[in-house]
DNA sequence: GCGACAG
DNA sequence: ATCTTGTCGC
C-alpha cells in the first residue's frame, strides 16, 4: 500500500473549502430515523497525524453492533492535504479516511466519527460531510463541547443535556459512565440526534468513548508508527 | 480588536 | 491532534 495523495482539485485555501462545503451541505438529509442500535454493522473512523512528516494514518473498524466485535479492519496512510481550522477539519481528514473505507470489505453500517456532525458553525462538520460523501448513515461524537454551550448532565450514565447553538439543540452532551466527563454527540447524515445517541451509548458499555473510536483509535496510531517506521528505511 | 475553537 | 512521569484509584 503506498501513500495516499492530496486528490487533484482538493481545496487549496479557506475559501475554496468554505465553497465545496456549501455545496455538499445540500446533499444533507436529515430526515431519517436511521439505523436501530444494536443491529447490523457499525465502523469506527479516526486518524493520527505526524505534522513533521506531512503524514495522516486513518483506521475504519466494523464491529458487530450486537457483540461489538471487530468484523473487519482497514487502514490507509496519506499526505496532510489541509491544515488544522477549527470548522474545516474534515478537509485535513477526508482523502485518507475514505481511502480506508474503500478498502473495507464488509458492510461499513453506520458511520461512526470522532467530532462533530451538524453541531458545527456552517452545519456540517466530519461526520456530516462523510455521510454525504459515502451516502452512509453517520453521527460524531466528540470529546469537547467546541463553541457550544450546554448545561452539566445528570450523573447516571444515559443522562444527557442539550448541546445548544443559541436556542437550538445541535447535539446533546451525553454521559456514557457514572460520574465521568460526558461525550457530545451529534447526528451526521441519515439519523436521527436520539438514534445517535442510542448509538452512543450502546457502543459504550463500559468505557467513556465508543468502542469503535477506541478500536480505530489504537488501530491509526499504529498504522502511523509503521509508516514512519518505513518512511526510514 | 481579542480570545476561543472538533482533531 | 501532539509533546510527556508519575500517580491515585478501581
Redesign the pocket.
Known amino acids: 500500500m503506498g501513500i495516499i495523495g492530496v486528490p487533484a482539485g482538493w481545496p487549496a485555501d479557506e475559501e475554496a473549502a468554505l465553497a465545496v462545503q456549501r455545496e455538499l451541505r445540500e446533499r444533507l438529509v436529515l430526515d431519517e430515523e436511521g439505523p436501530a442500535a444494536g443491529e447490523g454493522h457499525v465502523t469506527g473512523l ?4 505526524d505534522d513533521g512528516r506531512d503524514l495522516v494514518a486513518a483506521a475504519a473498524v466494523v464491529l458487530d453492533a450486537a457483540t461489538l466485535e471487530v468484523v473487519e479492519e482497514a487502514t490507509a496512510v496519506g499526505r496532510v492535504s489541509f491544515p ?1 481550522v ?5 478537509f485535513r481528514e477526508v482523502p485518507t479516511v475514505l481511502a480506508a473505507l474503500a478498502s473495507l470489505t464488509a458492510d461499513p453500517g453506520l458511520l461512526v466519527c ?3 456532525g451538524v453541531a ?1 458553525p456552517r452545519g456540517f ?2 461526520a456530516s460531510h462523510l455521510g454525504v460523501l459515502t451516502g452512509r448513515p453517520s453521527i ?1 461524537v ?3 463541547p ?2 457550544f454551550s450546554h448545561d452539566e448532565p445528570g450523573p447516571e450514565r444515559g443522562d444527557f443535556a442539550p448541546l445548544l447553538d443559541g436556542g437550538e439543540e445541535v447535539g446533546r452532551a451525553l454521559r456514557t459512565r457514572r460520574g465521568v466527563k460526558p461525550v457530545f454527540v451529534s447526528a451526521g447524515h441519515r439519523i436521527s440526534l436520539a438514534g445517535a445517541c442510542a448509538h452512543t451509548l450502546a457502543l459504550a458499555p463500559r468505557y467513556r468513548v465508543p468502542e469503535t473510536t477506541r478500536r480505530a483509535d489504537a488501530l491509526c ?1 499504529r498504522a ?1 508508527a509503521e509508516a514512519l517506521a518505513a518512511e526510514r528505511s
Open positions: 479516526d486518524v493520527a497525524y488544522y477549527p470548522g474545516l477539519l474534515a470522532d467530532g462533530y458545527h462538520g466530519l460524531g466528540a470529546k469537547n467546541f463553541t496510531r502511523l
